[in-house]
């Protein structure tokens, strides 16, 4: 198990350089750079300055060493956009997110197993309701769904409407869990929605496996059986995609951030791919592929410990 | 279920393909004085006239988006004239109304579908199809093919789309026709999709393997490509099934977020992913909710998948009672 | 397993309290309303405005983004301001000034007893300092060349603590209106800065907000990134109301950081916010006057927008060279068919929602003091339209219901665009089907913002639909545009010599305009420039936009302006009624 997660961890540093280095290319390469800000008819003067102070003008290939050394330092450049350095913005934005994908991760998995259970093992007007109401999650754009409890949010005032705090908030942690409901349940819609259908479809197929119809035959009750003995089997269909999930929420969702105004990495990524800002874009994707990638290693993990068949050093 | 299921697809795919004939007006026909108009009421009798009819519809105020019915000139609906199975004939006919450039919001719909429908499925099925199988070869074969197949998802994951995306917009030429975006749409919408299949099959498929019957049938000498795709892929097939119905909707809307860093269809192309973005805005949309038939159309549309593919949650008869 | 009746019905019942719950929701409104306001503002209470994105620097002398701007016009003072509703020069920090009559020397006066935010005096110095600030190289100002005429910086002396004498290279047609845009910033706290070359950076969004000194109404008081930057009064503020209270009014301003506009109409219908950066979308005027009505908002007219949506080919010769539809299309009469094409108050109707008024140049009538109706109008007419391509060679030979020309080149272009602003995609799907009736087809392509403007700096497209904006309501402020050498001379950028006669003209008499210091005479010559501008017609201009503004009934003092920010630019007389309503 060491010697499996030591490689995998590895794999995971490399991927994460790769990506980093492959947006630090394509944000150089792609059409426009960050003197986009500056307007269409900014001074050839003002453009070349700006592209100095970003190295722009200098080869690709110098500058990426450059970025990759001073990387090594833990000096991630100056984002064009905000003025700062790269660090400590992306790591303030990946808390943010942070909060907000466990709180999204927790109730999408509650609910979206939860009600998997439901409808996996039964018949009738609700189980039919909450598979309705899952597709209904999945055929909407999340800015939509978004904007929709943004609207219920203002139009019935039991939350804020936005933003990761209140101006003069007496608490600061009550103040915080005021504002969490909007984008967690913005957050968590989609998500929920797909691990019930997930959920729904494993259970309902194990149901039907010879072993389960053994232990009814023994008698075993049906809420045993559902619980006990088919869904431990179902979850695995879960957590093949729950580490990706998990991955995916912590990179941030950019439509939930800009519609509740929360100050994210999804938001942050958006931002910096619109502006080309250079060395904020190589921060936000090497932050977004450790996670995404800790994600997928962490639910192979789960799924090498969940499942005693599966031999788990690779 | 599931003929519920397939009766609804079929439904969808016949009235998609079958728009011209459907829609009452040209999805790109401009109606200048009916900028969000509400769906037209269709009247069955008044006096004297015994056939349905519409009255045509004025607008009253154009900033306040108010209409109403003009009683003084009944029309009466035209059957099977110009290719169209029912149209208004003098007065528009907008059976869901009318968007913000005065368009009919059905035939956008009907015409929409084409596209996007298509899209989704063909790229959906791509995606599960190429993602079934070489997750299936990596969760079967192990060893290095299996490292190479599983790195590889990874890395496709991991990778930024859209940076990827827009730089390929790029590179491309500035007007591109429309079977080229297809063309391209699909083989991107396929390549990101197969990550997330192969990783869930190979799951399952590692799973399967370990079981007695597959030792079996090793011992046999049964090839392993039979193996794969006679016994360990169709145990997978619930989870591919799902993955099918999450793929659909996701293509659908992936097509306008696409579109929107300029890599979609023509802007007068009605596509149901395109149609929703222009909804986007909720204050709008109380007021016109008509501009949210491509959301249903898109739910009915994974709705048929789902119900079709998919086993329902009816337990086997011996656990019932 | 079947499920018991009792569970059966309890989902029925489940499913039919959600459904209620969001018919209910769906169809109420926004809570309560504030009282109406009174017509005198009175001191205290706290408004917030939201704005869509953090600025990049307390220091407007390098940052140029709209949120810097906006808060540095709240925590820094200039010299003299322009009325942003009347276009007037105003007495600022300059109380009085005389000029010289050949309009070369303005010798103004400071108010006296003005201080820092911090207590120190602002004096003459402080003026110098400024401008010495801009003319640094090493500081890179955007604004250097807004204070430069006829190539030479503008130069200030003080004879005294109080005076500052300000020397223009040439005369100026705009004047003493140059320096509206220059915040004086204190010499005591950034001339170290200034001296070892780190004034770029010495008021970055980092900065401690005690170190953000000003003479301007509010002072700095938190910043959190992609959140809010907080404003409270500054004690020390020199102005005061008529009445002789001290302004500014409210006791706090919070700059909201809201980036999407439907979110932030959201939040301002519910009264978490007061007020929004910009004007409104047309899309959004119907529910803001629905708002207006059930008493939560305030909605006014600006009146009509001084920037408008243009259209027009890439006619660099350089970059279409090999391009055979140049020959005609460089033709001023193609262009002109085009204009006849356009019915402009269809145009109006659709792009608009009627809430615009059709125009034949750039200059709308939202400009007061620039405008003239007296340009060239053309059309509608289609067969006019038709018969001067005729006359230029262009017919549909072929019958496929595009013209060409003799040799057979189609009259078929790329017109690129912005994706995702809707006005331009109503205006270039009009311009399409008119275009389409005189038989020039126009396929347009909505990319990126990033990838268009790439594209229109490299003069790599064939025509291109968009809003350019003015940098200034007067027009020597526009010389980069109106001019043939100017970096935004958009449809031939940065050209060595005028590539055309008509543009030699122009470009002399915006020489001449510049110069003239006579209003009246400046008028005359400009109003000439935008003739020869609409008869040749290199961009096409078809309807500027009236522009409607929303803010909550708690707000009172508002002085609305065309010009961003609408109601912030008159900060220090803004005053609130009552307590912020919801969360």
Not at chain 1, 100 to 121: K, M, N, R
Not at chain 1, 244 to 264: K, R
Not at chain 3, 145 to 165: F, K, M, N, Y
Not at chain 3, 336 to 352: G, H, M
Request: contains cysteine.
């Amino acid at each position: 198990m060491v010697r499996f997660l030591a490689r995998r961890l590895f794999f995971c540093a490399v991927l994460v350089v790769m990506t980093a280095s492959s947006a630090l290319l394509l944000t150089r390469v792609a059409p426009g750079d960050l003197t986009l800000s500056l307007g269409p008819f900014a001074t050839a003067r003002e453009i070349a300055a700006e592209r100095s102070r970003f190295a722009l003008d200098r080869p690709i290939a110098v500058q990426w060493g450059e970025w990759a050394g001073s990387a090594m330092r833990f000096d991630f450049g100056e984002s064009s956009l905000y003025r700062v350095p790269v660090g400590p913005l992306v790591f303030q934005a990946a808390a943010h997110t942070a909060v907000l994908a466990i709180g999204a991760l927790l109730v999408a998995t509650v609910a979206g197993v939860g009600l998997g259970i439901v409808t996996g093992s039964q018949r009738g007007a609700l189980p039919g309701l909450i598979r309705m109401a899952s597709i209904g999650a999945i055929s909407l754009p999340s800015l939509l769904t978004s904007l929709v409890l943004l609207f219920i949010a203002a139009r019935t005032g039991w939350f804020p409407t936005g933003g990761i705090s209140s101006v003069d908030a007496s608490n600061h942690w009550t103040d915080l869990a005021g504002h969490l409901p909007l984008p967690i349940l913005a957050l968590a819609l989609p998500v929920a929605a797909t691990f019930e259908r997930l959920q729904s479809a494993a259970l309902a197929e194990q149901l039907h496996q010879p072993f389960v119809m053994a232990a009814a035959a023994r008698g075993v009750s049906k809420r045993r059986l559902v619980l006990r003995h088919a869904w431990p089997v179902s979850v695995k269909a879960i957590t093949a995609v729950y580490g990706l999930a998990a991955g995916s929420l912590l990179s941030g969702s950019f439509a939930v951030e800009i519609v509740t105004a929360w100050p994210g990495l999804g938001r942050l990524t958006y931002d910096a791919l619109y502006a080309r800002d250079i060395y904020l874009v190589a921060g936000c994707v090497a932050v977004g592929a450790a996670v995404l990638s800790a994600g997928m290693l962490l639910g192979d993990v789960l799924l090498a410990l969940s499942d005693p068949r599966v031999p788990d050093v690779r | 279920m599931r003929w519920g299921g397939l009766t609804l697809l079929v439904l969808l795919a016949v009235s998609v393909m079958a728009a011209p004939l459907l829609a009452p007006n040209a999805p790109e026909q401009r109606f200048g004085d009916l900028l969000y108009a509400p769906p037209t009421p269709v009247h069955l009798w008044n006096d004297g006239i015994t056939a349905p009819f519409i009255y045509p519809l004025r607008l009253v105020s154009r900033i306040e988006r108010r209409f109403e019915e003009d009683r003084q000139h009944p029309a009466p609906l035209v059957w099977f004239s110009n290719g169209r199975l029912v149209s208004g004939g003098e007065a528009p006919l907008l059976l869901l109304g009318a968007d913000s450039y005065g368009r009919d919001m059905l035939a956008r719909v009907l015409y929409g579908g084409r596209i996007s429908l298509t899209l989704a499925l063909v790229s959906a099925g791509c995606a599960v199809l190429a993602g079934a199988l070489l997750g299936g070869i990596a969760g079967y074969a192990g060893g290095w093919l299996d490292g190479v197949i599983s790195r590889s998802t990874e890395f496709l994951l991991v990778l930024p789309a859209m940076y990827v995306v827009l730089m390929l917009r790029a590179v491309l030429p500035l007007a591109l026709s429309g079977g080229t975006v297809f063309a391209l749409l699909t083989a991107i919408f396929a390549t990101l999709g197969w990550p997330i299949v192969a990783r869930g099959t190979r799951a399952i498929v590692i799973g399967e393997r370990q079981r007695e019957y597959v030792e079996a049938a090793r011992a046999v000498g049964v090839s392993p490509a039979r193996l794969l795709l006679r016994h360990l892929l169709p145990a997978a097939s619930g989870y591919l099934a799902t993955q099918l119905t999450l793929l659909l909707p996701a293509f659908i809307l992936a097509e306008a977020t696409l579109s929107y860093i300029g890599f979609g269809f023509p802007p007068e192309t009605a596509t149901w992913g395109t149609m929703l973005k222009d909804a986007a805005n909720v204050l709008l949309v109380a007021d016109v909710p008509w501009l949210l038939a491509p959301a249903v159309a898109i739910f009915l549309s994974v709705l048929a998948v789902n119900l079709l593919v998919q086993a329902t949650g009816r337990p086997p008869v011996q656990l019932e009672g | 397993m079947s499920i018991r009746p009792s569970f059966r019905f309890a989902g029925v019942i489940v499913s039919l309290v959600v459904v209620a719950a969001f018919w209910l929701i769906w169809r109420s409104t926004a809570p309560p309303a504030n009282p109406t306001a009174r017509a005198t503002p009175v001191r205290g209470g706290q408004l917030t405005a939201g704005i869509r994105s953090d600025p990049k620097s307390f220091n407007s002398l390098v940052a140029a983004d709209e949120p810097s701007v906006i808060v540095s016009s709240l925590l820094q003072a200039r010299l003299v301001r322009i009325n942003r509703a009347t276009f007037e020069l105003e007495p600022w920090l300059a109380d009085t000034w005389e000029m010289t009559p050949d309009g070369r020397k303005y010798t103004l006066h400071l108010r006296p007893n003005v201080t820092w935010s911090d207590g120190a005096p602002l004096t003459s110095a402080d003026v110098l300092f400024t401008f010495r600030a801009v003319r640094d190289k090493r500081v890179e100002s955007a604004l250097a060349d807004s204070l430069v005429v006829a190539g030479q910086p503008i130069e200030a002396t003080a004879p005294d603590d109080h005076t500052v004498v300000v020397t223009f290279p040439a005369a100026s047609g705009p004047g003493l209106r140059l320096l509206d845009t220059l915040p004086i910033l204190p010499k005591h706290k950034l001339e170290g800065a200034l001296s070892n070359g780190t004034f770029r950076t010495a008021w970055q969004t980092t900065t401690a907000p005690a170190d953000v000194v000003g003479a301007g109404p509010f002072v700095l008081k938190s910043y959190e990134t992609g959140q809010r930057v907080v404003l409270s009064r500054n004690e020390r503020y020199w102005r005061k109301a008529a009445d002789g209270t001290k302004l500014p009014f409210i006791d706090q301003l919070i700059l909201e950081i809201v980036p999407e506009q439907t979110a932030g109409m959201l939040r301002l219908e519910s009264g978490n916010l007061d007020m929004l950066q910009s004007e409104l979308r047309p899309d959004d005027v119907p529910s803001a006057l629905n708002a207006e009505k059930k008493g939560h908002l305030k909605v006014i007219e600006l009146g009509v927008g001084t920037d408008a949506d243009a259209f027009w080919f890439c006619l660099k010769p350089e970059a279409r060279k090999n391009d055979r539809r140049f020959a005609f299309v460089q033709r001023r009469e193609f262009r002109q068919a085009l204009s006849y094409a356009v019915d402009r108050e269809e145009f109006a109707r659709v792009v608009f929602f009627d809430a615009a008024v059709p125009i034949w140049g750039p200059v709308t009538p939202g400009n007061k003091t620039w405008f003239t109706p007296n340009l060239k109008r053309y059309g509608p007419d289609l067969d006019k339209a038709r018969a001067v391509l005729r006359d230029i060679g262009l017919e549909d030979r072929n019958g496929n219901g595009v013209v060409e020309a003799a040799d057979g080149t189609e009259a078929r272009f790329t017109v690129m665009t912005q994706k995702g602003i809707a006005a331009y995609e109503r205006g270039t799907t009009l311009l399409k089907e008119r275009a389409a009736m005189i038989g020039v087809a126009l396929n347009i392509a909505p990319l990126e913002a990033g990838a268009m403007i790439e594209r229109l700096k490299t003069s790599d497209y064939e025509a291109i639909y968009m809003r350019p904006l003015m940098t200034d309501l007067d027009p020597a402020g526009n010389m980069d545009m109106w001019l043939s050498s100017g970096g935004a001379h958009f449809w031939n950028l940065e050209q060595t010599t005028p590539a055309t006669d008509w543009e030699k003209r122009i470009d002399d008499i915006m020489m001449r305009q510049a110069a003239t210091v006579d209003l009246a005479r400046r008028r005359e010559l400009f109003n000439e420039a935008q003739e020869i501008l609409a008869e040749n017609l290199p961009v096409l201009y078809f309807a500027a936009p009236r522009l409607y503004y929303a803010h909550s009934t708690r707000v009172t003092g508002v002085v609305p302006s065309v010009l961003r920010p609408p109601v912030l630019w008159n900060a220090d007389s803004l005053g609130v009624t009552a307590p912020p309503r919801a969360n």
